[in-house]
């Protein structure tokens, strides 16, 4: 075992205000052997030269300081051997990991100090990928033993995978054909496609989750997870960013690109002016049919062939937009918060600005869409066997972050409810919930909490969304769930729709055999609600 080594410092930072039981057991404990991944740029490697270097290297190294200890590592094994180390403790501390069930079975986690969106690798000749539903078809490349590993064998067993040892054996076996796609985090994916000279391949979709990385330590010492969380704590935003800096920022050693701004600012105006003459589109389209019925029979042949042309325009602007618009999110993602490097405030603000409407650009798009697929009866149901409990978990799951936006909240409160079950398209019914999760979010205060509450009869699941807004006015209640209908034109504006989201909700609900409806009062709050017949 070749292990790694810094100086010691004898006592913790007095600023963490540990207690002196801590102090004691850190006393006892002042070597700790660290489970690190050896071939993980740019979060953790282990160089030509021996040495252990990369984001999460260095918040160990700061750790260190404040907590007066060393940290082992160990720079053999290959990650499964890691993690089975761990798991005898043979191991102490993981540095920088995923939480997922399985690993919480052993150790216990931190709060994720970084965070980055995963994302769908292909050949630069291969359109847009749709998520999840995209790669059905593909055979797709993953690290063994990583959080995306476990993430599709748990829940996408039907995606063909292959896998791999490191990323970079990922990434080159998509550049030569091996594969279909290869899914991992943007830092690490960017990064080794860069230093390893990987020309043709590019970011084509994300995935519906982030990769929030944590220090886990094994369970046996529950005293060091809260050690180890001061520390962390206490590491100041200036530090984090150097950290980030550092390690992600390097290929930008000349200074901030401009360049690559303006590009991506030309092709998200392109993608504004395209949607704006296709809304003209559709105004014109209106019109056209309401004078074509006054004029009878012989024009319904072009309205017809006008949706013809709607329908074959959607289609094919989809895949049109959504590919510039992911890797817009991708650099967008990667250029705020200083992950690349620190800019002007003038910048960081445009920047701030063009990822506000790059989000509502692809809500638009994706409701425009299923109105669309909605309104010509095209959009498809499953039939599925879904657990309301374990759906409300991925829905709340996936809104996290979004609530984290808005400072809100979420309780659940399941009312021995969690394990019945209904039959019904789990896709489309996560679809309906997450939208009125985010509609409670958006119009609740800061700091205020959303309720799910889910109850149950002889015969029926009952799920409702319980805000803490405004309520809704009197004179809007008839109309709620009208197409583009919105109950505060100014304040929707401020807060980001496209009046499509609640009567998307009340279509699929019935297609489904339930029933959608509210309550409120000003001032109040909301609860939205929908039905369906057990399974």
Known sequence: MILFAVVVFAEPDESLGLTNAERVWLKNHSVIRLASDISWPPFEWVNSEMQYQGIAADYMKLIETKLGIRFEVDKTKPWPEVVAAVKKHELDVFSCVAKNPKREK?????????????????????????????????????????????????????????????????????????????????????????IKGLTNLKISGEMPIRYELSMAVRKDWPEFVNILQRALDSISDEQRKQIHNKWIGVRYEYGFDYSLFWKSLIVFLLIVASLYLYNRKLSNEVTKRRLAEEKAIEALNEADKANQAKSEFLSVMSHELRTPLTSIKGSLGLLLGGKIVEMPKKAQEMLDVAN???????????????TEKLLAGKLTFNN???????????????????????????SVENNGCDNETVIADEHRLMQVLSNLLSNAVKYSPKGGNVRIMIDCTV??????????????????????????????????????????????????????????????????????YFELNKG
Do not use: W
């Open 459 to 528: 015969d029926k699941v009952r799920v409702s969304v319980i805000d803490q807004g405004k309520g809704i006015p009197s004179e809007f209640r008839g109309h709620i769930f009208t197409r583009f209908s919105q109950a505060d034109s100014s304040d929707t504006r401020e807060k980001g729709g496209t009046g499509l989201g609640l009567s998307i909700a009340k279509d699929i609900i019935e297609r489904l055999g339930g029933n959608i409806g509210f309550t409120s009062s000003p001032g109040e709050g909301a609860t939205f």
């Open 384 to 410: 599925d066997t879904v657990v309301m409990g374990d759906l409300i978990q991925k829905a709340t799951t996936a809104n996290q972050g979004y609530a984290d936006q808005y400072g809100v909240s979420f």
């Open 356 to 370: 506000q409407n790059c989000e509502r650009l692809t809500l638009l798009i994706n409701d425009i869409l299923d």
């Open 106 to 194: 052993f150790v216990n986690f931190t709060r994720p100090y970084l965070s980055f969106p995963m994302v769908i690798v292909t050949t630069d000749d291969v359109n847009y990928i749709d998520g999840i539903k995209g790669m059905q078809s593909m055979h797709v490349s993953v690290v063994q033993g990583y959080a995306t590993h476990d993430y599709l064998v748990a829940n996408h067993p039907e995606i063909k995978l292959h896998l791999v040892k490191t990323s970079a054996e990922g990434l080159q076996a998509v550049s030569q054909g091996k594969v279909d796609a290869y899914v991992d985090n943007i830092a690490t994916a960017t990064h080794i496609i860069q």
